[in-house]
């Protein structure tokens, strides 16, 4: 089972910034990508940003040109830098990780959530 350690939520105010961090463990297979979803009150969990294997990175229209996704592979790492945040950012906010395995679907695993509160 995947581990996950994240951390850098808080509280902010608006047009301020946070990065969030996030170092996975327990990783048995090839990872196919890595990146952060989130989830706000009453509402269902999105894609923020994520990386392929590649390297390619895709974001959410919502926060292009604001956040930028990064990745550490030799240590598992996955970071969300954050900026001109917006009271409309706040949400719990969730590393993700795929991993491929042969012979069957990827596999996704989340982390616990770092909340993220942006005032106005």
């Known amino acids: 089972q995947v581990q996950f350690v994240e951390s850098g939520g808080g509280l902010v105010q608006a047009g301020g910034s946070l990065r969030l961090s996030c170092a996975a463990s327990?990783?048995?297979?090839?990872?196919?990508?890595v990146g952060w979803y989130r989830q706000a009150p009453g509402k269902q969990r999105e894609l923020v940003a994520t990386i392929n294997r590649g390297g390619s990175p895709v974001y959410a229209d919502s926060v292009k040109g604001r956040f930028t996704i990064s990745r550490d592979a030799g240590k598992n790492r996955v970071y969300l830098e954050m900026t001109g945040l917006k009271p409309e950012d706040t949400a719990v906010y969730y590393c993700?990780?795929?991993?491929?395995?042969?012979?069957?679907?990827?596999?996704?695993?989340w982390g616990q959530g770092t909340q993220v509160t942006v005032s106005s």
């Open positions: 993700y990780v795929q991993l491929k395995f042969l012979l069957q679907p990827p596999s996704d695993y």
């Open positions: 327990q990783i048995t297979s090839t990872i196919n990508a």
